[in-house]
């Protein structure tokens, strides 16, 4: 049983560009949501995907956005990149009606 | 505004000994505590959780313990090993319509052999 799966690994982008980070969740899984942790901090919540819809939203600005596709994978798109967006980018899958949420390995993201 | 704050910062345990992390919240609201252990280079992984109705739950070496109207609860690690070294996080989940996860800062756990 596959966990929960994030691609690329690592990726470096100048300044200014625009970032795709796709996500796979556990198998049985029908909620993604998003999490940024900078260096030596826990994460944050960006948003949570249910149902092809943006559910719920952190305090992040209107250029962190995303998609879910109708078989649950999901993606996380970065415009305009800021120094300040360098981190690891974590993935996390759970079912809509449970707690339990389980996390990929992440994207580290490295703006130039 | 950190709703979560967990404590040490750091810790350092003999192999054999007990590891206690800390962590305290403010919002009531929070209806699920889960605890995630993280390796360098990789994502949390899901350690033991705990709901607010349950004072106490053990997997293993691990125990959560969580005194709701002290609004507190801590990871206990029995029998700590080299291997349990890595950062510890403690989590709240918002409740009701709040799905999101709010995470402590994070605990460095080292194991001396």
């Known amino acids: 049983d596959a966990g929960v799966t994030q691609s690329p690994t690592h990726l470096i982008k100048t300044r200014g560009q625009q970032v795709t980070l796709r996500c796979s969740p556990k198998?049985?899984?029908?909620?993604v949501s998003w999490y940024q942790q900078a260096l030596g901090q826990g994460p944050q919540f960006i948003f949570q995907?249910?149902?092809?819809?943006?559910?719920q939203r952190g305090n992040f600005p209107d250029r962190f956005s995303g998609h879910q596709f109708p078989n649950y994978s999901s993606e996380l798109n970065v415009n305009a990149l800021l120094l300040g967006d360098s981190a690891l980018y974590l993935c996390?899958?759970?079912?809509?009606?449970?707690?339990?949420?389980?996390f990929g390995q992440g994207t580290r993201l490295t703006v130039v | 505004q950190q709703q979560v704050k967990q404590s040490p910062q750091s810790l350092i345990v003999q192999k054999g000994g007990i590891s206690i992390i800390n962590c305290a919240y403010e919002?009531?609201?929070?209806?699920?505590f889960p605890w995630y252990q993280q390796f360098p280079g990789k994502g949390p992984a899901l350690l033991i959780a705990?709901?607010?109705?349950?004072s106490e739950k053990k997997e293993g070496r691990f125990t959560i313990s969580f005194n709701k109207s002290a609004k507190q609860f801590s990871l206990h690690i029995m029998d700590s090993q080299p291997g349990d070294s890595a950062t510890y996080f403690c989590?709240?989940?918002?409740?009701?319509?709040?799905?999101?996860?709010?995470f402590g800062k994070g605990t460095l756990l080292t194991v001396n052999p």
């Open positions: 198998s049985g899984h029908d909620t």
């Open positions: 989590a709240a989940r918002g409740g009701g319509s709040n799905y999101k996860l709010t």
């Open positions: 996390a899958s759970s079912l809509e009606a449970g707690r339990e949420a389980f």
């Open positions: 705990i709901r607010p109705d349950v």
């Open positions: 995907y249910y149902e092809e819809e943006e559910r």
């Open positions: 919002n009531t609201a929070f209806d699920y």
